[in-house]
């Protein structure tokens, strides 16, 4: 178990990763720089392929294993939906799983998260 401190400035750290994999999605028209993706996954342990290729189940333990809190795995979803809509590559169902988990283990019903499930459901 990480200390407050340690704690702190991980999350810190998991956010901005976070903010700059959303800020390269969410661009206009196919711009998407895959170069600066794959660094930012890279502090997560992951790059597009390791992505492609890893189970939702074992997607949900390494997210646990970085320790990113409810909201951090929720912006890490959104950010697998954004990527999949202009992307060789489909991380939805990956995304659904990672919604489910939070909606079954965050002990808290989100209509948010129940409709971005629901959404990424109907685009599949």
Do not use: C
Request: charged residues 25%; without cysteine; negative net charge.
């Amino acid at each position: 178990m990480l200390n407050k401190g340690l704690r702190d400035e991980e999350s810190i750290r998991i956010d901005n990763v976070l903010k700059t994999l959303h800020s390269l999605v969410f661009v206009p028209e196919n711009a998407f720089d895959t170069h600066q993706i794959e660094k930012a996954l890279k502090d997560f342990g992951l790059n597009i392929e390791s992505l492609n290729a890893i189970a939702p189940n074992d997607l949900i333990v390494l997210l646990e294993r970085l320790h990113l809190d409810w909201n951090q795995k929720e912006q890490f979803a959104d950010f697998l939906v954004a990527f999949s809509k202009q992307n060789p590559f489909d991380f939805r169902e990956k995304a659904i799983a990672v919604y489910n988990y939070i909606q079954s283990e965050s002990k808290t019903f989100s209509f948010g998260i129940f409709n971005k499930i629901a959404s990424a459901k109907a685009n599949l």
